[in-house]
């Protein structure tokens, strides 16, 4: 088994001072951390880990600025680690870093459309900068967060290789890092032009078309386990895309009294709660309960309700038809229930 020290000097060398090649960016004999044990544990992002390291061998020679690259790289290994045990949380930081480092060799040019890299799938931003002159970009920015949206533009001064704008209570900080575009903001939701929730720092990528990430429930923290994010897979069929894309904020809520031992936790898209959104509840053996938001052909509202539990194929439990009852808002919206 390798020492602590060798393995860690190996993990650094593949990973933020050469282009020697590895089978992964680690040894997993050698894992220590709670980070470094649940990616060695989960297949799947043990498989995300090796991508990355091969990425990174191929992006490292092809970067202008290789060693701030490698500070960054040094800077998202403890990121990383923060997720300690979280799998959810490691699922994302790693799809995330793929996306940056697939566009990170490009060269940068202020004359470009930038979108941000997004921590889930009802969220995106994209900015365009323009240089008017050798101190000046000029810049225009959308964004959406679920049914709320931002926008914003302006003029912003060059310092070496930031930009910086400045007006009432909002500034933003452009920062070009290889290829990338890296925007700091200061200031509210509201203050900034944006919608709640509507926010605009973040990592970005050159790129015409919004970025396309490919989370999954457990990636953005709904299912807990593969297993359970399979079972949803199974479960739902095409309505988990819907629960997915309906997944953009979530709350734990009330047990529900005939199932006590269940947790629960309520999803919905912002700006949007009462058409897209969905109950989702949980026991230890494996049970889980659902009902979700969807509209028909003739776009008219309707729940469904699906469960994995034969007893309570034909009934709901109390917390998700109390649920369904605040949805219905005094109106009628049909329950279905889905084989």
Same mark, same amino acid.
């Given at each position: ?27 997993c ?13 989960? &297949? ?5 880990d090796?991508?990355?390291s ?8 092809k970067?202008a600025?290789?060693?701030a ?6 800077? *998202?290994?403890?990121?990383?680690? /923060?997720?300690?045990?979280d ?6 930081e790693?799809?995330?870093r793929?996306?940056? +480092? ?15 890299? &997004? *921590? $889930? ?21 959308s $964004? ?20 910086h ?13 290889? $290829?990338?575009? !890296? ?5 509210? !939701? #509201? ?5 709640m ?7 970005y990528?050159?790129?015409e /078309? ?8 457990? %990636?953005? %923290?709904?299912?807990?386990t ?12 095409g309505?988990?895309?819907t629960?997915? /894309? ?13 199932? &006590?031992d269940? /947790?629960?936790?309520?999803?919905w ?6 058409t ?9 053996d ?14 008219? +509202? ?14 709901? #439990? ?8 605040r949805?219905?808002? $005094?109106e009628?919206? #049909?329950?279905?229930?889905? #084989?």
């Amino acid at each position: 088994m390798l020492s602590f020290k060798l393995r860690h000097a190996l993990l650094l060398t593949s990973l933020a001072f050469s282009t020697t090649a590895h089978a992964a960016s680690f040894d997993c004999t050698g894992a220590t951390s709670p980070a470094e044990k649940t990616i060695c544990s989960d &297949p799947y992002i043990s498989n995300l880990d090796e991508k990355l390291s091969s990425l990174w061998r191929v992006t490292l020679p092809k970067i202008a600025d290789s060693k701030a690259l490698k500070a960054d790289q040094r800077g *998202w290994l403890k990121q990383r680690n /923060q997720c300690a045990a979280d799998v959810a949380c490691l699922r994302r930081e790693y799809l995330m870093r793929l996306k940056a +480092l697939e566009f990170m060799a490009k060269p940068f040019n202020w004359d470009a459309t930038w979108q941000l890299i &997004p *921590w $889930g799938v009802s969220s995106s931003v994209e900015v365009k900068t323009k240089r008017i002159d050798a101190t000046h970009i000029a810049f225009d920015i959308s $964004g959406v967060a679920g049914a709320n949206s931002g926008d914003m533009d302006g003029v912003a001064n060059i310092v070496g290789s930031e930009a910086h704008y400045a007006q009432d209570n909002c500034s933003l900080k452009f920062s070009a890092f290889n $290829g990338l575009l !890296d925007i700091a903001q200061d200031g509210a !939701d #509201p203050t900034c032009g944006g919608g709640m929730g509507v926010y605009y720092g973040g990592r970005y990528v050159a790129s015409e /078309q919004p970025l396309a990430i490919d989370y999954d429930l457990l %990636g953005l %923290g709904v299912a807990r386990t593969e297993q359970e994010n399979e079972l949803l897979h199974a479960l739902l069929k095409g309505d988990y895309q819907t629960l997915l /894309q309906n997944s953009g904020s979530m709350v734990t809520a009330d047990a529900s009294r005939d199932v &006590p031992d269940a /947790q629960v936790d309520e999803f919905w898209l912002r700006g949007l709660a009462n058409t897209n959104a969905g109950i989702l509840m949980r026991a230890p053996d494996a049970r889980v309960w659902l009902v979700l938001l969807v509209f028909d052909e003739q776009r008219n +509202l309707r729940a469904r309700y699906y469960t994995n539990a034969p007893q309570w194929k034909k009934r709901v #439990p109390e917390a998700l038809l109390a649920w369904h009852k605040r949805m219905e808002n $005094g109106e009628t919206l #049909p329950l279905d229930f889905m #084989p």
